[in-house]
Every structure is written in structure tokens, then in C-alpha cells.
């Protein structure tokens, strides 16, 4: 392996025991919906998402088996273009930058993969109503299992609800109605993708950073 990717590989594998570890503790003390308050504006508030990032929902089962699939086929590219830049001679920020994304894309694939093989209870598809359905109580890390590969839900639980009130009747569409920001819910691997965007982005800034030659000169 590229010894420039060393670094890279190290910070994802940390960032994903992270991820999977704040996960697995939510997951095994919380009930869907139950909150732990740390201060007034951020909260652990345990969510289950079958979607997207930020709680995004689509297509019911299909749609969950078509995310997920997706998500493992972004992982492999992503594998794929971070040692393709080493080969290049990119730079460790960039390379970094990169492992942020990796990092979330695996803590969120990890849940959809075996999540649904791991715990005993997890948000299952009604097909009559079109919707998740909840589950009462808190579930157990067990082997049970409640859906199969690829129909695990991600857990989300980072909550920022820095202001709630109600919006001034004068302001279009909303005038009037209670409003929270933040209001999406999240977890860490979320994060990380966000990060390595924003990193990788403030790298094509300045494109002399993609190169390790001028980033050590």
C-alpha cells in the first residue's frame, strides 16, 4: 500500500469506531424517540433513518435497497480515487480530506448491512400503509435479527435545535408557524462526509494543495 495513505486509512478506521461505537450505545440504552439533554441547544436523540443523510427518506424497501447498494458501490470508488490520487502525488490534505468521506460512507453502510442482523427490534416497512413502522422499547444487540442485509436502519442522534419559536407573521410562506433550527437529526458518519466535502472543497481553492511536491516545497 501507498505509504501516504497510511495516515488517511488510520483516521477513517478511528472516525468509524467512533461512529459505530456512539451507534451501538444509543441503540442498546434508548428508546426510539428517547432524548438525553446535554445542554439547552444539543441533545442525543435517538432516530432510526432508512434513507438518506439528515433523517431523508425514499422509495420504501426498493428505495432502501437501492441506497444501500449505492452506498457500497461509493465506498468502493471512493477507495478506488484515493489511491489513485496517492499514485498521483497528492497531498495528505487532500488524502485526509478524502478519508472523511470514506469514514461516513462505511458508518452508515456498516448499519444498513448488519444492523438489521445484530438487533432484535428496528423501523420495518408496512407495505398496506406505505410507511416505517416503530417499534416499542429499546432493542437488544442479540443476533435476532429484524430485516435483512441491507434493510438495516441507520441510527442518527445528534440533535442541534440551537432555536425554537414561533416565525413573525410578516415572513412570506412561514409567517406564523413554530419553527426549529436545526432541526435534522444526525450522527457522526453524516458528519464526516460533511467535513471531507468541505475540506475537499477549500482544497479546490487552491489546486497547488492537491499536490504533495508543492504542499512540502
Same mark, same amino acid.
Given at each position: ?10 483516521? &477513517? ?42 433523517? /431523508? ?7 432502501? =435497497? ?14 478506488? =480515487? ?39 427490534? @428496528?423501523?420495518? =416497512?408496512?407495505?398496506? #400503509? ?6 416499542? @422499547? /429499546?432493542?437488544?444487540?442479540? +443476533?435476532? @435479527? #429484524? ?14 435545535? +440551537?432555536?425554537? @419559536? ?25 458528519? &464526516? ?25
Amino acid at each position: 500500500m501507498n505509504r501516504s495513505l497510511s495516515l488517511p486509512f488510520i483516521l &477513517c478506521i478511528i472516525l468509524v469506531f467512533i461512529d459505530q461505537g456512539l451507534k451501538i450505545w444509543v441503540k442498546s440504552n434508548f428508546a426510539l424517540g428517547e432524548s438525553l439533554e446535554i445542554t439547552p441547544w444539543f441533545k442525543i436523540h435517538f432516530t432510526e433513518n432508512p434513507g438518506m443523510a439528515f433523517g /431523508i427518506e425514499w422509495g420504501g424497501v426498493i428505495g432502501k =435497497y437501492i441506497l444501500s447498494s449505492f452506498r457500497i458501490f461509493a465506498i468502493l470508488g471512493i477507495v478506488w =480515487y484515493m489511491f489513485r490520487l496517492a499514485k498521483g502525488g497528492a497531498s495528505k490534505f487532500v488524502l485526509i480530506s478524502m478519508s472523511f468521506v470514506l469514514a461516513g460512507a462505511l458508518g452508515n453502510v456498516i448499519d444498513s448491512l448488519l444492523y438489521g442482523l445484530i438487533y432484535n427490534k @428496528g423501523l420495518v =416497512y408496512n407495505n398496506m #400503509y406505505s410507511q416505517w413502522v416503530m417499534y416499542p @422499547g /429499546i432493542a437488544k444487540l442479540n +443476533f435476532e @435479527g #429484524y430485516a435483512p442485509v441491507l434493510l438495516g436502519n441507520v441510527v442518527d442522534m445528534l440533535y442541534f435545535p +440551537f432555536w425554537k @419559536g414561533v416565525l413573525p407573521e410578516w415572513l412570506p410562506f412561514w409567517g406564523g408557524e413554530y419553527f426549529i433550527f436545526f432541526r435534522p437529526i444526525f450522527n457522526i458518519a453524516d458528519s &464526516c462526509v460533511f467535513i471531507g466535502v468541505i475540506l475537499l472543497y477549500l482544497s479546490s481553492r487552491k489546486p497547488e494543495s492537491w499536490s504533495s511536491h508543492n504542499s512540502t516545497s
